[in-house]
C-alpha cells in the first residue's frame, strides 16, 4: 500500500527523520515528487522527502483506515495531502480524527490530513485552493458582466468544492449545473448545500447517463461560461465526460482540473479551439494551489501571494 518516493538519492539513503505523505493512485507520476524538495528549500521545511500512499480505485474500507492509522501512529509522519480518495477518506475514516474542519464536515471529504501536537486533523481545503485557481484566469466581474454560466461536469469531491466556491463568490454566476452519472451522488451535494444554505435555484442537479447527455447540457450553456471537467476522467481513469462532437459555447473557458494523464477533455477542447473563440485552462494552477495550501496546513506555514508564486516558477522549472 506504501511506497516510498524521493528525487535525492542522498536522503534516500539517509532516511530523513521527518517525512510528508501523498495519499493517491499513481503518486510516482505526478510532479510534486521533482517539486516538493524544490519547495522545501524555498520554504525552509524540515525534510525534503515526500512518500507516496498508493491505493486502488476500488480501496476498501479497512485500506483506508490503514493508512490513516500508519500517518496518526508514525511520529516521523508530518502529514499528507490526499488527491482521489478524499472522499472516501471521509467515509472510511473521519471518526479517527481528534478534529475536522467545517467543509470537511460539510463537503464529507478530506484533502489535509496534519498533526497538532497529539491531534490528528483533517480539512478540505479544496474551497479554497478551486477559487484561488478560478481566480487565475476568469475576471472578478465575469458572471455579471456577461450572463454567462457554469457547467461542472462530476459531483465527486472536486466537483463539490467547486460548487461550493462559486456559491460564496461574490460575482456568483446565474445558474450553476453540475452533472453525475448516478442521482446518489447528486443527491449527496444537494444536501451539502442544503446544509451550508446555499440559495434555492442556484444549483441544477442533472444526471447525465451518457456522454451525449453531457454534451447536451455543455452545448445548451450561454458564451462565455466555464465548463469544468471535475469528473477525474483523464487522469486516474482514461476517457472524457464527453463525447468529440461536444460543442462548446462560443467564448466559453474549459477548464480540464487534471494537469497530468491521458486528458482527453483538455484534447477535446484544443482542438474546438482551434475552429472557434474559446478559452482552454489545464489543472496546473489548480495543482499549485492545492499543494501549496496543504504543504501550508501541514507545517503550519502562512503564505502570501509572492511565496506562492516564488512556488509556481520552481514548479514550473521542473514540468
Not at 493517491?24 to 519547495?39: C, H, N
Not at 446555499?198 to 456522454?211: K, N, Q, W
Not at 459555447?249 to 477542447?269: I, T, V
Request: proline share 6%; with cysteine; aromatic share 8%.
Amino acid at each position: 500500500m506504501t511506497s516510498s518516493l524521493t528525487t535525492d538519492p542522498v536522503a534516500a539513503a539517509t532516511t530523513p527523520a521527518d517525512y510528508m505523505g501523498f495519499v493517491g493512485v499513481t503518486t510516482a507520476s505526478s510532479s510534486i515528487m521533482k517539486v516538493f524538495p524544490l519547495w522545501a528549500d524555498i520554504l525552509g521545511l524540515p525534510t525534503r522527502t515526500l512518500i507516496g500512499h498508493d491505493l486502488p480505485m476500488d480501496a476498501t474500507p479497512v485500506q483506508y483506515r490503514a493508512m490513516v492509522e500508519q500517518i496518526r501512529d508514525d511520529p516521523h509522519h508530518r502529514g499528507a495531502l490526499v488527491t482521489t480518495h478524499k472522499m472516501n477518506v471521509y467515509a472510511a475514516a473521519s471518526d479517527l480524527f481528534d478534529e475536522l474542519d467545517p467543509f470537511a464536515v460539510s463537503c464529507a471529504e478530506i484533502s489535509s490530513i496534519s498533526k497538532r501536537g497529539p491531534l490528528l486533523s483533517g480539512r478540505a481545503k479544496d474551497p479554497i485552493t478551486v477559487d484561488l485557481a478560478l481566480n487565475d484566469f476568469l475576471p472578478g466581474d465575469h458572471f455579471a458582466r456577461t450572463g454567462a454560466e457554469v457547467v461542472i461536469l462530476g459531483a465527486g469531491g472536486s466537483g463539490t468544492a467547486l460548487s461550493w466556491a462559486l456559491a460564496e463568490r461574490a460575482d456568483a454566476p446565474a445558474r450553476i449545473t453540475v452533472t453525475a452519472r448516478s442521482q446518489e451522488k447528486l443527491d449527496h451535494l444537494r444536501e451539502v448545500h442544503r446544509q451550508h444554505g446555499t440559495r434555492e435555484g442556484l444549483i441544477e442537479y442533472v444526471v447525465t447517463a451518457t456522454p451525449e447527455d453531457a454534451d447536451a447540457v455543455v452545448a445548451a450553456a450561454p458564451a462565455g461560461s466555464v465548463i469544468a471537467n471535475a469528473t477525474g476522467l483523464g487522469k486516474d481513469r482514461p476517457g472524457s465526460p464527453l463525447t468529440d462532437a461536444v460543442v462548446f459555447p462560443e467564448d466559453a473557458y474549459a477548464w480540464e482540473f487534471n494537469y497530468r494523464g491521458s486528458l482527453e477533455f483538455l484534447h477535446q477542447a484544443r482542438a474546438q479551439a482551434a475552429e472557434q473563440p474559446l478559452n482552454v485552462i489545464d489543472g496546473w494552477r489548480y495543482f499549485i494551489h492545492g499543494w501549496s495550501q496543504v504543504v501550508a496546513d501541514v507545517f503550519e506555514l502562512d503564505l502570501t501571494p509572492e511565496i506562492v508564486e516564488r512556488l509556481a516558477d520552481a514548479a514550473e522549472s521542473v514540468r
